[in-house]
Structure formats: C-alpha cells, structure tokens
C-alpha cells in the first residue's frame, strides 16, 4: 500500500512552490494516498495480450487539398495601396 507521509507530502509541495496549511496537508496526505492505491491497482492488471492503443474511435484525420484561389487582383498591385510594405508583406506597428 502506498500510504504518504506528511513528510512526503512536504516535500512535494516544497518541489511544487506551494505553502500548505496543516489542514491542505491532511487532506493532500489522504487525497494523494488514495491515487497512489488507485495507481497500483491499475498496475496490477494483466495487458500481456492487448495491443497499445492510441485512438479508441476509429476516426481518422480529414484534411481536403489546398487550392489557390484567383480573386482577379495581382498581389503587387494590391501592396500599391498600404502605406509600408517590407519583404512582399503589409508592414505595422508592433503591438505587444
């Protein structure tokens, strides 16, 4: 059984950068204890025969074909009416 300590709870939240109250370590002692039980459980189950599974659904990633599309402009002609153009692109302020 994987039964924290308040040491060990300590010591995780010091890693983390968290203070604690005496009463969040309580509780983290038991919420955090409880998942580690939970964790060996899931371990203890037999996956000798199963395959590793990456997507449950079946689904499979529907991407359609890139196409340019003429709108009857030129881009050069287009950058004729912005007030700074740099590299072939509309130059702006920048904005942080």
Do not use: C, W
């Not at 994987?2 to 010091?14: C, G, Y």
């Not at 009463?23 to 590793?52: H, M, N, R």
């Not at 499979?60 to 003429?70: A, F, L, P, W, Y």
Request: no cysteine; proline share 2%; aromatic share 4%.
């Amino acid at each position: 059984m994987a039964k924290l300590s308040r040491e060990d709870v300590l010591k995780l939240a010091r890693l983390a950068k968290l203070e604690l109250s005496d009463e969040e370590i309580k509780q983290f002692t038991t919420e955090i204890s409880e998942i580690l039980q939970y964790v060996e459980q899931l371990q203890a189950v037999d996956v000798s025969g199963l395959e590793p599974t990456s997507q449950a659904t079946g689904l499979t990633n529907v991407i359609r074909e890139d196409t340019v599309k003429s709108y009857g402009y030129e881009h050069e002609d287009l950058l004729k009416n912005v007030p700074a153009v740099e590299d072939g692109q509309i130059k702006v302020r920048r904005v942080l």
